[in-house]
C-alpha cells in the first residue's frame, strides 16, 4: 500500500496532541529552550517560515529525546503598521485583521507537525501581553531606565507621523511618497546608551553566535577614541565664546582649515532667528531626513556664516565656522573640524567651496611640499597602522603611524589644557514614541498641576479605544472625543493620557522571557524564569541581527535589574543560528509597452505559459510576491505532505545558505520518502543477520548525532539516504532487519516525524517514536575493520589500496608493488624507497 501523507500525518499529529507530548513542564530534568523568532501575522505563511520552523523543531525534537525537558512555544508579533494600512486602504479594523490572519497562519502552521506548546501561545496585541509590558514600563521608568526629551525626528507630513530611519526611502515616506522633514519633537526614550560598554564587551562572551553578527552588534554601538577639545570664537554673540569639538584624528589637527556646524547645533539656531538666509538654509537641511545613509549620500551643501574661531594652537590662525548639511547633532557636539587632505567628506566639501588643503601627513619619506602635492586632487587617507611621515606633527617624531599619532596628539592636548581623551559610542538612546494608533499605549498621562505621571498598576492595561476611524491621516488617538481623558493618580485632578504607542520593537524585545510563564499576573514568574532563562538556542534571519537582538540584549538587563529575570539572563539568547533565504526563479514575459509582467511558478510548464508564450527565466531571487516567485506551503503540503516540506528544507544546502526551492527537488524528497516507507511495510519477516548492516546503523547514529549539534541538517539527511541505501542493499531480515529500521526512525524524527512514527510501527517500537530515548551508537561498531591507504610516489599521491587495518608490513608492501599505477611509475624496475606508515600512508621513491 503506498504511503499516504495526507492520512498518516493528521493521524499522528492527533495522537500527539492527545498525549500531550510536547507540553513544556518544569521538572527535575535539565531542561532545553529552542525558539525561532516569532512571526508577524500578515495573513499567509511562506517557505521562509517552514524553513526557519522546520530548524527549530529538528532541535526541539533531538533534545526532547535526548532526555530534556524542552520550551519551545510560538507567538505572534502582532502590533505594527501594516495592520492600520489594512483598515485604511480595505476599512475594518486593525484588531479584526489581525487576529483573522493568525488563526489564518495558525491553521497553516499547524500541519507541519511542528513539536510547539500551543498552550503557551500569545499575540502581543493581546490584552494580557499589554498590560505587562506596560507594567515593565513603569517599572523601567522608576529604574530610571527610561527619559522623555526632544529628539530630531523623520516626519511624514502627509501620514503626519514619525517615520523609523527603515520608512525613509529616497528621502520620501515609504507610504505616502512625501518629502520628509527634520523635525524636533519631544519623545519617550529608552536608556540604552548608558550600557554601551556592556553590551559591547559582553559580546566576546557570546562564543555561540556568529563571527559575522557580534561584528555587526559592535559595529552598531561604535566604541571610538578622541579628543574632545574646544575651540574659542573669535566674534561669535557672548552666549558662544567656545565651541567644543570631538575627533578621533585629533593627529590632523594642523591641517584643519574650517570648522562645520549641525544645522541644529544651537549658535545655528540663534543665527537662524536673526538671519533669514540662515533659517532658509537650514530649513533646506531639514528637507533631507535623518538617517546617516540619507545625510552621507546627500550633496554636500554648506553655508559660510562669517564668523571664526582661534586654532587652539595658534590664536592668530583663525578657520570660518560654515553650517554644513552633514554633520549630526546627536554624535560628538554637533560640531566638527575639517581636515580636507585627509578625509574624503571633507576634501569633496573644500574642493566645492574653494577652502585650504593642507596635509598633516603624506607617505613615507615625503617633503610637505610632496605631502601638499599628494593630497591636492583627492585626500590621503591611510590605515591607522600604516607609518607615515607628519610634514605638520605638533607632538612626537615625524614619523610615525597613526595610532602614535592620535595618542600624541591627545597627550598634547591635556598637558597644554585646550582637551580631554574622550570615550564615546555610536549608540543612541532608543526613541520608542510612535504617533500611531495600532500599538501598545504608553502607560502615562500629563497633568497641569503634576506635570508628567505614570499611570498607576492598579489601573492597567491601558487599551485602545475600538471606536476610531482611520479616514484622516494622522494618529486617530489624538483625534478620539474621550479616550485622552483620564485622572491624575497623584492629584485626583484631570489629565490627559500620552498618545504615542510603543515602537513594536519593544514587543519583540521581551517576549522570550514572557514564554516563560505566559499566564502569569507579572512580566514573568521568577520561579519559572529562573528554570527556562536562557534561550539555549535562538534561530531567525541575519536581517535582525542588529537591532532586535540589541535591544533583546538591552531589554533583558533591565529586566534584570527590576527583578524580573535573574541576574544570569543579562544575555538572552546563549546560541544564535541565522539561516539562509528560500529562493526561486523569476518567470517574467512583457506586456505590448515592455513593461515586466511576472508569473507564479505553478503557471510555467517547460518554460512557457498555458497558451504557450514563453516566458524569460530570471535566476533565483528571495521569493517575493512582488515578483510571484513564490511557492505556497500549503499546496506543497496538500501536494506531497508536510515531510517531504521539511526533508527538503534540511537536505538541499547548508541552513546558513540560501536554499533554492525546485519542483524536481519536492518529487525528489518525497519519492525518497515514499521508499522509506516501502522499505519498512515491505520488511521481511524472517531472515539472517548482517553485520555490516548493522555497523552502518550504529555510524549513522554517531555521525547524525554529530551534524544535529552542529547545525548540519543537510549532512545528517546525506547520511541518512546512505542508510537507507544499506537497508536496501541487504539481505538481512527479521529482527535484525527491523532492529536497524527502529534506529531509522529514530534518527528521521527530528526531521520527518510523521513518517517515522510509520517506519517505528511498522518495524515493532513500543509506543510512539516520539517519546524514544536517542540512540547511542556502540563504540565496537565505529571502529573499521579496514583502512584506506593512501600511495605517494615521489611526493604525489598517485593511488590508494584497501588493507586490513592489521595487515603486516610485508604484505602491505606486496600489494602497493602489485598495484597498476605503482607499476606504471616503476617501469620494472625495483624501487628506491618503500615506506609503510601502518594505518597512514605509503610512500614510494621510484
Known sequence: MPYDPATAEARWQKA??????????????????VLEMFPYPSGRIHMGHV?????????????????????????????????????????????????????????????LGLSIDWSREFATCDDDYVAQQQALFLDFLDAGLITRKSAQVNWDPVDMTVLANEQVIDGKGWRSGATVQRRELTQWFFRISDYSDE?????????????????????????????????????????????????????????????????????????AAADPAVAAFVEECRKIGTTEEAIETAPKLGFDTGLTVAHPLDPDWHLPIWIANFVLMDYGTGAIFGSPAHDERDHEFATKYGLPIRATFGEAGMSREQADALVANAPYV??????????????????????????????HAEAQGYGAGVTKFRLRDWGISRQRYWGCPIPVLHCDACGTVPEAKANLPVLLPRDVGFDQPGNPLDRHPSWRQATCPQCGGAALRETDTMDTFVDSSWYYARFTSPHAATPTDRADADYWMNVDQYIGGIEHAILHLLYSRFFARAMVRTGHLPDSAKEPFDALFTQGMVTHEIYMTRDERGRPLYHLPEDVIDGRLADGTPVDVIPSAKMSKSKKNVVDPVNIVASFGADTARWFMLSDS?????????????????????????????????????????????????????????????????????????????????????????????????????????????????????????????????????????????????AEISVARDMPKDQI?????????????????????????PGRIVNVVA
Do not use: C
Not at 87 to 97: F, K, L, N, T, V
Not at 388 to 396: Q, W
Open 51 to 111: 524553513r526557519n520552523y522546520t530548524m527549530g523543531d529538528v532541535v526541539a525534537r533531538f533534545k526532547r529525546a535526548q532526555g530534556f525537558s524542552v520550551l519551545h512555544p510560538m507567538g505572534w508579533d502582532a502590533f505594527g503598521m501594516p495592520a492600520e494600512n489594512a483598515a485604511m486602504e480595505q476599512g475594518g479594523h486593525p484588531r479584526d485583521w489581525t487576529y483573522a490572519n493568525i488563526a489564518t497562519m495558525r491553521d497553516q502552521l499547524k500541519p
Open 16 to 33: 500527539w496532541a492527545d498525549a500531550g507530548s510536547f507540553a513544556a513542564i518544569r521538572d527535575d530534568r535539565p531542561k532545553y529552550y
Open 382 to 411: 591611510p590605515m591607522k597602522s600604516e607609518p607615515v611621515t607628519y610634514v605638520r606633527g605638533f607632538a612626537g617624531p615625524a614619523d610615525q603611524t597613526g595610532e602614535a599619532a592620535v595618542d600624541a596628539a591627545i597627550a
Open 813 to 837: 608492501e606486496a600489494l602497493v608493488l602489485a598495484d597498476e599505477t605503482v607499476r606504471r611509475f616503476l617501469e620494472g624496475a625495483a624501487p628506491k624507497k618503500l615506506i609503510v606508515v
Open 654 to 798: 547548508p541552513p546558513e545558505r540560501d536554499v533554492e526551492w525546485t519542483a524536481a527537488g519536492a518529487e525528489a524528497a518525497h519519492k525518497f520518502l515514499s521508499r522509506v516507507f516501502r522499505l519498512a511495510e515491505d520488511a521481511p519477516a524472517t531472515g539472517g543477520d548482517d553485520p555490516d548492516l548493522t555497523r552502518s546503523a550504529h555510524r549513522a547514529i554517531a555521525e547524525v548525532t554529530k551534524s544535529i549539534e552542529g547545525f548540519a541538517f543537510n549532512k545528517a539527511v546525506a547520511r541518512l539516504y546512505e542508510l537507507a541505501n544499506a537497508i536496501g542493499r541487504s539481505g538481512a531480515g527479521g529482527d535484525a532487519r527491523r532492529a536497524v529500521l527502529r534506529i531509522m526512525a529514530q534518527l528521521m524524527a527530528p526531521m520527518v516525524p510523521h513518517l517515522a512514527e510509520e517506519v517505528w510501527a511498522h518495524a515493532g517500537g513500543q509506543g510512539m517514536v516520539v517519546d524514544a530515548p536517542w540512540p547511542k551508537p556502540d563504540p565496537a561498531m565505529l571502529q573499521d575493520d579496514t583502512v584506506i591507504l593512501p600511495i605517494q610516489i615521489n611526493g604525489k599521491r598517485r
Open 199 to 271: 553590551l559591547l564587551s559582553a559580546l566576546d562572551g557570546l562564543s555561540g553566535w556568529p563571527e559575522k553578527v557580534r561584528l555587526m552588534q559592535a559595529n552598531w554601538i561604535g566604541k571610538s577614541r578622541g579628543l574632545q577639545f574646544r575651540f574659542d570664537t573669535v566674534d561669535a554673540p557672548e552666549a558662544f565664546a567656545t565651541i567644543e569639538v570631538y575627533t578621533t584624528r585629533p593627529d590632523t589637527l594642523m591641517g584643519a582649515s574650517f570648522l562645520a556646524l549641525s544645522p541644529d547645533h544651537p549658535l545655528v539656531r540663534d543665527l
